[in-house]
């Protein structure tokens, strides 16, 4: 930990001073290197990554790097209301268990085969994350991955890996589904319209297109899950472990 902090203040430091020699005057030499600090900190020593961002953010503040109005402009607190209203609406869904309950009834495939299951992780992640966010449709996905890959004993990291990746694209459909497109939309003018008309029907095709992909890469694996699944048994499964229901206390 010792060495870490003194290779990142070496860095930091040593970048400030050269970019003086290239015409940085003092206040974008210590901008830069306090972005370095909270960049490297950040990759360094993960636990501590807030602390590092507010650090960093106070001290441009008490060296008058960057001034009270610019720094509430640059933040873009619009964003960020909007992201915690989505979140809470998000939180009070999750708890009457509308995103579990919605994951749980796709899963129950007829004639369930490794296929199908492929297709259900990257239809249901795209979509959860295109109609909520990223974060909230990757937490249900690799729970249920999780618990079927266990009931059929097999490697659950190739799925998760889909799901994530599949997870990325449909948050690329909306303006919900990542806060970067949020950013986007306000910074740019942007409508949902916009989004649903122009970044929708390219995120489907990237989907067709890793579904395609993923297929042949994790071959494999979706015929060591084809034995799996005629030796267990599909239907009976899904229809007792994919059973999420409603706890009342959580409505009330």
Request: hydrophobic share 60%; with cysteine; proline share 2%.
């Given at each position: 930990?010792?060495?870490?902090?003194?290779?990142?203040?070496?860095?930091?430091?040593?970048?400030?001073?050269?970019?003086?020699?290239?015409?940085?005057?003092?206040?974008?030499?210590?901008?830069?290197?306090?972005?370095?600090?909270?960049?490297?900190?950040?990759?360094?020593?993960?636990?501590?990554?807030v602390a590092f961002v507010f650090v960093g953010s106070s001290l441009l503040l008490l060296t008058n790097t960057?001034?009270?109005?610019?720094?509430?402009?640059?933040?873009?607190?619009?964003?960020?209301l909007f992201l915690m209203g989505m979140m809470v609406a998000v939180g009070l869904l999750k708890d009457t268990?509308?995103?579990?309950?919605?994951?749980?009834?796709?899963?129950?495939?007829?004639?369930?085969?490794?296929?199908?299951?492929?297709?259900?992780?990257?239809?249901?992640?795209?979509?959860?994350?295109?109609?909520?966010?990223?974060?909230?449709?990757?937490?249900?996905?690799?729970?249920?991955?999780?618990?079927?890959?266990?009931?059929?004993?097999?490697?659950?990291?190739?799925?998760?890996?889909?799901?994530?990746?599949?997870?990325?694209?449909?948050?690329?459909?909306?303006?919900?589904?990542?806060?970067?497109?949020?950013?986007?939309?306000?910074?740019?003018?942007?409508?949902?319209?916009?989004?649903?008309?122009?970044?929708?029907?390219?995120?489907?095709?990237?989907?067709v297109v890793l579904i395609f992909i993923v297929k042949i890469w994790y071959r494999k694996t979706l015929i060591?899950?084809?034995?799996?699944?005629?030796?267990?048994?599909?239907?009976?499964?899904?229809?007792?472990?994919?059973?999420?229901?409603?706890?009342?206390?959580?409505?009330?």
């Open positions: 930990m010792i060495r870490k902090f003194i290779l990142l203040f070496i860095i930091s430091i040593s970048t400030g001073l050269l970019s003086t020699t290239i015409g940085f005057n003092s206040h974008q030499a210590l901008a830069l290197s306090i972005f370095l600090t909270s960049v490297l900190g950040t990759l360094f020593f993960w636990s501590f990554r960057i001034n009270f109005e610019s720094f509430i402009k640059a933040a873009s607190l619009d964003v960020i268990g509308l995103f579990a309950w919605i994951v749980g009834f796709m899963l129950r495939i007829k004639n369930l085969t490794a296929n199908k299951f492929l297709m259900a992780i990257c239809v249901i992640s795209a979509l959860l994350s295109a109609m909520t966010s990223e974060v909230v449709s990757i937490i249900f996905v690799v729970a249920a991955v999780l618990e079927i890959c266990d009931y059929f004993e097999v490697d659950p990291v190739p799925f998760i890996i889909i799901s994530v990746l599949a997870t990325n694209i449909g948050s690329s459909a909306t303006v919900l589904g990542n806060p970067i497109g949020i950013l986007i939309a306000t910074k740019a003018g942007l409508t949902f319209e916009d989004f649903i008309v122009k970044a929708f029907p390219l995120a489907m095709i990237c989907l060591h899950l084809d034995a799996k699944i005629k030796d267990f048994g599909a239907n009976e499964m899904l229809i007792k472990l994919i059973s999420v229901p409603i706890e009342r206390e959580s409505l009330k």
